[in-house]
């Protein structure tokens, strides 16, 4: 089959086309012939060589996939053999073929092209399992969104303000807060001109946020204590400004404050199948009924995978970067 490779660790252009052998699925596993596979920032990470995939995993890049079931172990799945899915996969999503754990698998969403729906697996798991299971974000509740026009974050804006959530989100350019809007948040401000602690402070009474989804980290965390509500909780998923940064423990004390964090990939096969059986029951009808929709910026096709990286990182994007494979 054809894929993409990581061929050293470095710049873009690393990554080259390569021949590898067809995967074979594993019990609990099946095998997905690609239509489409997503451009994720852990895909910039591991070709940087900061990200290492988990043991066992394929080297090839790429967390999430759609397309058809060709084989596989498919007992008590409720999928058959030529049954359309997307799949959240820990690697080799570049590529024609990709072995998945069937509790990973969900249907493609009912109006939604397989391009579509391989948009969905690594940011919709990543803002379920990390904004309504860890931070536990619960009705009449607020969210802040650091990176509103990241695949994460039109993921969670658009995730929250369907289930009746007040949604603030921050971005670059004063054109990326309108797009956050537009995406259901109250507001989008531009953390290159605003306080972000100062406009969500005067948004909510001078409450705070309930909680706030981070992908920033570094000094970030100590405006993030400042806008958060009583009772907040600050869920960190990513790390683009740094691994340190300083934190009042008083006010996590008199606030009772929840600082915490996650990174999904590592996670068992069962931890996510939980997710995905969350995912199907709560938000994919939101999807079907079109109150949750795919965000994509711009589609290469698999050989270009070295472009798709370098707009990744360039962050001129709103919304997802995908692979077309076939």
Same mark, same amino acid.
């Given at each position: 089959?054809?894929?993409?490779? %990581?061929?050293? *660790?470095?710049?873009? #252009? /690393?990554?080259?086309?390569?021949?590898?052998?067809?995967?074979v699925?594993?019990?609990?596993?099946?095998?997905?012939r690609?239509? @489409?596979?997503?451009?994720?920032? *852990?895909?910039?990470?591991?070709?940087?060589?900061?990200?290492?995939?988990?043991?066992?995993?394929?080297?090839?890049?790429?967390?999430?996939?759609?397309?058809?079931?060709?084989?596989?172990?498919? @007992?008590?799945?409720?999928?058959? %053999?030529?049954?359309?899915?997307?799949?959240?996969?820990?690697?080799?999503?570049? !590529?024609?073929?990709? +072995?998945?754990?069937?509790?990973?698998?969900?249907?493609?969403?009912?109006?939604?092209?397989?391009?579509?729906?391989?948009?969905?697996?690594? +940011?919709?798991? +990543?803002?379920?399992?990390?904004?309504?299971?860890?931070?536990?974000?619960?009705?009449?509740?607020?969210?802040?969104?650091?990176?509103?026009?990241?695949?994460?974050?039109?993921?969670?804006?658009?995730?929250?303000?369907?289930?009746?959530?007040?949604?603030?989100?921050?971005?670059?350019?004063?054109?990326?807060?309108?797009?956050?809007?537009?995406?259901? !948040?109250?507001?989008g401000?531009?953390?290159?001109?605003?306080?972000? /602690?100062?406009?969500?402070?005067?948004?909510?009474?001078?409450?705070?946020?309930? /909680?706030i989804?981070?992908?920033?980290?570094?000094?970030?965390?100590?405006?993030?204590?400042?806008?958060?509500? #009583?009772d907040?909780?600050?869920?960190?998923?990513?790390?683009?400004?740094?691994?340190?940064?300083?934190?009042?423990?008083?006010?996590?004390?008199?606030?009772?404050? +929840?600082?915490?964090?996650?990174?999904?990939? *590592?996670?068992?096969?069962?931890?996510?199948?939980?997710?995905?059986?969350?995912?199907?029951?709560?938000?994919?009808?939101?999807?079907?009924?079109?109150h949750?929709?795919?965000?994509?910026?711009?589609?290469?096709?698999?050989?270009?995978?070295?472009? !798709?990286?370098?707009?990744?990182?360039?962050?001129?994007?709103?919304?997802?970067?995908?692979?077309?494979?076939?």
């Amino acid at each position: 089959m054809r894929a993409i490779e %990581i061929s050293k *660790p470095g710049p873009a #252009d /690393v990554l080259r086309l390569c021949e590898r052998p067809i995967p074979v699925p594993q019990a609990g596993e099946v095998r997905i012939r690609v239509h @489409a596979a997503g451009v994720n920032r *852990p895909d910039v990470f591991q070709r940087l060589g900061s990200y290492a995939p988990p043991p066992g995993a394929s080297d090839l890049p790429g967390l999430e996939v759609a397309g058809e079931i060709v084989d596989g172990d498919l @007992a008590a799945s409720g999928f058959r %053999i030529g049954d359309l899915v997307c799949a959240l996969v820990q690697g080799g999503g570049y !590529a024609e073929y990709v +072995t998945a754990p069937v509790g990973q698998c969900l249907p493609v969403p009912r109006g939604l092209t397989a391009l579509e729906a391989a948009s969905l697996p690594e +940011t919709f798991f +990543t803002v379920w399992s990390n904004v309504f299971d860890r931070a536990r974000l619960g009705k009449g509740e607020s969210l802040l969104v650091q990176g509103g026009t990241s695949g994460i974050g039109v993921t969670a804006i658009q995730i929250a303000s369907a289930l009746g959530h007040r949604v603030f989100a921050t971005a670059g350019t004063d054109e990326k807060a309108r797009a956050c809007e537009a995406l259901g !948040a109250e507001r989008g401000i531009n953390y290159r001109h605003e306080d972000f /602690v100062a406009v969500v402070k005067q948004l909510t009474g001078d409450t705070g946020v309930d /909680v706030i989804l981070d992908m920033v980290g570094g000094d970030y965390l100590p405006r993030e204590i400042g806008a958060l509500a #009583d009772d907040g909780r600050l869920v960190i998923i990513a790390l683009l400004g740094g691994s340190k940064g300083q934190l009042d423990m008083g006010q996590v004390l008199r606030r009772r404050l +929840t600082v915490t964090g996650s990174t999904l990939r *590592p996670r068992s096969v069962a931890f996510k199948a939980a997710i995905a059986a969350q995912l199907r029951e709560k938000v994919w009808p939101l999807i079907e009924d079109g109150h949750i929709k795919p965000v994509i910026y711009q589609t290469f096709p698999l050989e270009q995978a070295a472009a !798709a990286h370098a707009l990744m990182e360039s962050s001129a994007h709103t919304g997802k970067i995908m692979l077309q494979v076939i």
